[in-house]
């Protein structure tokens, strides 16, 4: 992993970053080693003209973003904003999306509609950079900043791209927290999360089934086989796959599995604590 984060330092100043996938383990070791490396880094900036400091700030975000060590690329591509650059060949139009990117992955409302404020400045003095996809990106940013978690929002204009499937999980997730359970299970297909190898997913749809038909419409749940291989997983999907396992059998829901349930929502992701709520309403 040294090895990684070295490379990340070699490749900036030969201007030749390759992104590399990294485990979780390995992105948490990038984040944590990154001030290390640091020093190192802004000494051989210093050395350089400055009409490179905006592309190297540029290089060293992308590469923190892509090595998941968010805190640090936010820094960088701030840099990146106050550095000068030759209007005539550059732009920052990239450093406003990634800074709206990452207040988005650290679900941040308040600093995502900082950023946009400034995109939105930056555009309008650049209108020559404005297409119908940065509209629809801007206008998904400024919903999500300024919307309820419960709000649907419209979908973007245009052809269906990645900010289509964002604008639906969002929905899918804002209907689900509103209880209006047969909705949100309209949205999902079952081939689909049948096929997509993803247990999240299917514990979601399981759990709709088990909301909108009741234990006697409901045969068997899609989440069971994956709870098979993995039953003693610290998941949340796995926990309330087996919940349901239970509830489908008897009709009962297991107090200690709802407890520990509960324990993994307040370590990990506080925003899913409405899966519980749903559960309660089986």
Not at 28 to 37: E, G, I, N
Not at 91 to 111: G, P
Request: aromatic share 12%; hydrophobic share 40%; with cysteine.
């Amino acid at each position: 992993m040294q090895t990684k984060i070295l490379a990340i330092l070699v490749n900036l100043f030969l201007g030749s970053i390759t992104f590399a996938e990294m485990t979780a383990e390995e992105a948490k070791w990038a984040k944590d080693s990154w001030p290390k490396y640091e020093a190192e880094f802004l000494t051989k900036l210093k050395a350089t003209e400055k009409n490179k400091h905006y592309y190297l700030y540029l290089l060293a975000a992308k590469s923190l973003y892509a090595h998941q060590a968010y805190e640090y690329a936010e820094q960088y591509f701030l840099r990146a904003l106050a550095a000068p650059i030759d209007d005539k060949v550059e732009n920052k139009a990239r450093v406003h999306m990634y800074l709206l990117m990452i207040s988005y992955k650290e679900k941040n409302q308040n600093k995502n509609g900082k950023y946009l404020k400034q995109a939105r400045t930056y555009y309008k003095s650049h209108p020559d950079l404005m297409n119908t996809d940065i509209k629809n990106i801007l206008n998904f940013y400024e919903f999500w900043a300024t919307a309820k978690q419960t709000e649907t929002m419209p979908l973007p204009e245009g052809p269906a791209t990645g900010l289509h499937l964002k604008a639906q999980q969002h929905n899918f997730y804002a209907l689900f927290k509103r209880g209006e359970y047969d909705q949100a299970l309209k949205m999902l297909d079952r081939n689909k999360v049948l096929h997509s190898d993803t247990v999240d997913t299917m514990v979601e749809y399981d759990l709709l089934q088990l909301l909108v038909k009741g234990r006697k419409g409901v045969d068997g749940l899609l989440c069971a086989p994956t709870l098979e291989k993995y039953p003693h997983s610290y998941d949340y999907a796995i926990i309330t796959c087996d919940l349901l396992l239970g509830y489908l059998k008897d009709g009962t829901l297991a107090k200690n599995k709802v407890t520990k349930l509960e324990k993994y929502f307040t370590e990990f992701d506080s925003e899913m604590n409405f899966i519980v709520k749903a559960l309660r309403k089986l």
